[in-house]
């Protein structure tokens, strides 16, 4: 398989995991935040990182424009609303909860460039850097604003 359509097998996982578990009124209640923080966020990222080089996405061939690969934005957003899906209420739970959210992020960045679809310039600091600051920026922005 060419490396250049793995993104389109996660986003499609992620995908089917999304309509199989989320139901559609919280799918169409949730996309908002999913778009803000996940993909208008990947977006933003991405092009820090590509203009500080601290990664980029490679093998992208006809699916990205400056440095954008089109479907991370998508994935972004709907795995974020899969996260928001499932944020528990408890304040310790969303401490934990955020940090397996961290966590999970960084193995699939680190699988990704091991696939040959991101290249990080810093090795893993790369991949959790940007997590750390994304994960508990997105999920206190989410809370801001479902309580306001």
């Given at each position: 398989m060419a490396i250049k359509f793995i993104p389109f097998f996660y986003t499609l996982i992620f995908a089917t995991i999304l309509v199989a578990v989320v139901p559609k009124a919280e799918i169409r209640r949730l996309s908002i935040y999913g778009i803000i923080?996940?993909?208008i966020f990947d977006v933003v990222l991405v092009s820090i990182a590509n203009i500080t080089g601290?990664?980029?996405?490679?093998?992208?061939?006809?699916?990205g424009l400056i440095g954008i690969h089109f479907l991370a934005p998508i994935s972004w957003a709907i795995f974020f609303i899969i996260y928001f899906y499932f944020l528990p209420n408890k304040r310790s739970y969303i401490y934990l909860y955020t940090i397996s959210g961290v966590f999970y992020s960084m193995m699939f960045c680190q699988m990704i460039t091991k696939l040959g679809v991101l290249k990080l310039s810093h090795g893993i600091i790369d991949s959790i850097i940007p997590f750390v600051l994304w994960f508990p920026?997105?999920?206190?922005?989410y809370l801001k604003l479902v309580k306001s």
């Open positions: 923080f996940g993909a601290s990664f980029r996405y490679i093998n992208y061939e006809p699916f920026l997105a999920t206190w922005g």
